[in-house]
């Protein structure tokens, strides 16, 4: 089982070490507990997918501190995701980016995509504040099973001493992020209904300019 830790200057010094050496943090979001990988390193992210036992075809969302950081995951930034990003972030909006190529497979899953976000969460906000980059934060769960609400729920996870979690208490729970991306043809489109409702996406698109168009939405689901 995972050590757990209080959030401490020292308890993120270790957790940004050990994430350096390509381990796992795992640590709260404004809904549940998320898992911490380098997601500039392959073999950290094949880490993370064999711990959750999940699905290689599924990509891994990821956490930037600021808007600053999205030319390390992005390729550019589509029209209308300034102003949704200005409305809704930091919080539980998760935007699908066109990728750089020389991201890792495994963050990608071949889509071409990456889907980011920006957390509220105060540990979060420290977490990545410490690390200086982006950081991976799928659920820290099995795949399918429900995700940690509490550190105790969230070291369960680790099969031996390897991982840290910093405990935030317990998180929310609660719907996750809603995930909004752009089909071929430009337009805005749900891939999962979240936290906020995508009625209120589609309507700061639209008063950007957007072209807000609510095709193939898919039933609610974890990662």
Not at 110 to 116: Q, R
Not at 156 to 170: K, Q, S
Request: charge should be positive.
């Amino acid at each position: 089982m995972a050590g757990v830790e209080a959030v401490t200057p020292a308890s993120l010094a270790r957790a940004t070490a050990l994430l350096r050496r390509g381990g796992l943090v795992a640590f709260p979001t404004e809904t549940y507990y998320g898992l911490a990988a380098d997601p500039f390193n392959p073999a950290a992210l094949q880490r993370l997918f064999r711990l959750k036992a999940r699905p290689v075809e599924k990509p891994v969302l990821v956490l930037v501190q600021d808007g600053g950081q999205l030319p390390l995951l992005a390729s550019a930034t589509p029209t209308c995701y300034p102003a949704l990003m200005r409305h809704f972030w930091p919080g539980p909006l998760t935007l699908v980016f066109p990728a750089h190529g020389a991201l890792p497979a495994e963050l990608t899953a071949g889509t071409g995509g990456v889907g980011i976000r920006q957390s509220p969460h105060p540990v979060a906000r420290q977490l990545l504040s410490a690390w200086g980059g982006p950081l991976t934060a799928t659920s820290c769960n099995r795949s399918g099973q429900q995700p940690a609400g509490d550190a105790r729920q969230a070291a369960a996870l680790f099969p031996d001493d390897e991982g840290l979690v910093l405990d935030g208490g317990r998180t929310p729970g609660g719907a996750g992020s809603t995930v909004a991306g752009l089909r071929a043809n430009g337009r805005l489109c749900c891939l999962r209904e979240g936290r906020i409702p995508f009625a209120s996406v589609e309507r700061v698109a639209r008063e950007c300019g957007g072209n807000p168009h609510r095709q193939g939405l898919l039933p609610s689901e974890r990662c």
